[in-house]
Nanobody, 126 residues
Framework: QVQLVESGGGSVQPENSLRLSCALS????????LGWFRQAPGKEREVVAS????????YYSDSVKGRFTISRDSGKNILYLQMNALKPEDTAMYYC???????????????????WGQGTQVTVSS
């Protein structure tokens, strides 16, 4: 059974940094497309960043471009999200997700991801 477990969330002041981690279970589970999403209260879930492991292509939403970095440690099967210069509007529950192996492409739509972690809360406030 596929499991994704996030960690690293917390409460920080604006302009500080956090690094989120997402551990993917199963040494043989190597999805081609991984993503970080977030959902604030009363808002829809939105993509933050995604990575296509076949080639390393990445995507960032305009709101985080230049501040966040998605990366993957293939040996440890861990997905990361380095978040710098955090803003109050970054406050949300953050989720990692994996697209099913039956798809050979990547996506930025939540509906295209079949496996999700439980989420980790990020709060940015002074």
């Amino acid at each position: 059974q596929v499991q994704l477990v996030e960690s690293g969330g917390g409460s920080v002041q604006p302009e500080n940094s956090l690094r989120l981690s997402c551990a993917l279970s199963g040494a043989t589970y190597r999805p081609r497309c991984l993503g970080w999403f977030r959902q604030a209260p009363g808002k829809e879930r939105e993509v933050v960043a995604s990575i296509f492991t076949s080639g390393g292509d990445t995507y960032y939403s305009d709101s985080v471009k230049g501040r966040f970095t998605i990366s993957r440690d293939s040996g440890k099967n861990i997905l990361y999200l380095q978040m710098n210069a955090l803003k109050p509007e970054d406050t949300a529950m953050y989720y990692c997700a994996a697209r099913s192996l039956r798809w050979s492409d990547c996506s930025t739509k939540p509906a295209d991801f079949s496996h999700w972690g439980q989420g980790t809360q990020v709060t940015v406030s002074s």
